[in-house]
């Protein structure tokens, strides 16, 4: 499986090799949606939290006589059917973390590269280097590799600040180091960028 090779400006340089362990792999689209579902799933506080009858003021003494009001009869003022009573079946404090095994995750992580790789939609960067942050040259390189304006994922081997500052202000691109790479972020970009460097860690970290 090959991906396009692009220099520092952006030009193109022909074509780089992506190692096969990672890039051309079965997709497994069910792990895949756990793999996402997880990552979500544990995005979330789970803090969510309403009064039922038991937690409200109030109660004890009956609202109102059994009888001859013409209204229903009713035993609290409490109740879920009463004005400022509590909420029946209401949210509660729960956790929606999931565990899924490493092999799984790992499967599901190849399973979106080789999904990207096979929609062409993977490039790579000679480098990214800014002696200090110039969003416009990072955005003129975008540009002239055709995926200015998509949903990018740039992944780099290591923090640069400069680079960083450079990419951050960039409309609908999102950066992450090699070793963080994860299917939810891959699975939501239309175009995966990563620098050799970026590439090398990347196969050193999940090819194992």
Excluded: C
Excluded at 176 to 191: F, G, I, S, V
Aim: glycine fraction near 10%; aromatic fraction near 4%.
């Amino acid at each position: 499986m090959n991906a396009k090779l692009y220099g520092l400006d952006g030009s193109e340089k022909g074509t780089t090799a992506l190692p096969d362990e990672l890039f051309a792999q079965p997709v497994h689209e069910h792990l895949v949606w756990l793999a996402v579902k997880r990552h979500l799933g544990n995005q979330r506080q789970g803090t969510s939290s309403v009064k039922n009858r038991g937690s409200v003021s109030g109660g004890g003494k009956k609202p109102f006589k059994q009888k001859g009001t013409g209204r229903a009869r009713q035993g609290s003022n409490t109740s879920p059917l009463m004005p400022g009573g509590g909420r029946a079946f209401g949210p509660r404090p729960r956790d929606y973390r999931t565990d899924m095994p490493k092999k799984q995750r790992r499967q599901a992580l190849v399973s979106a590269l080789s999904l990207k790789a096979t929609s062409d939609a993977v490039s790579v960067l000679e480098a990214l280097s800014a002696e200090a942050p110039k969003t416009a040259k990072v955005a003129g390189v975008l540009k002239k590799m055709g995926v200015y304006g998509k949903r990018t994922l740039l992944v780099v081997d290591q923090q640069n600040e400069a680079v960083w500052k450079s990419v951050r202000n960039i409309d609908k691109l999102e950066t992450t180091l090699a070793h963080q790479l994860n299917t939810y972020d891959l699975m939501k970009a239309e175009a995966l960028i990563l620098t050799a460097d970026g590439l090398a860690r990347v196969k050193e970290v999940f090819s194992k």
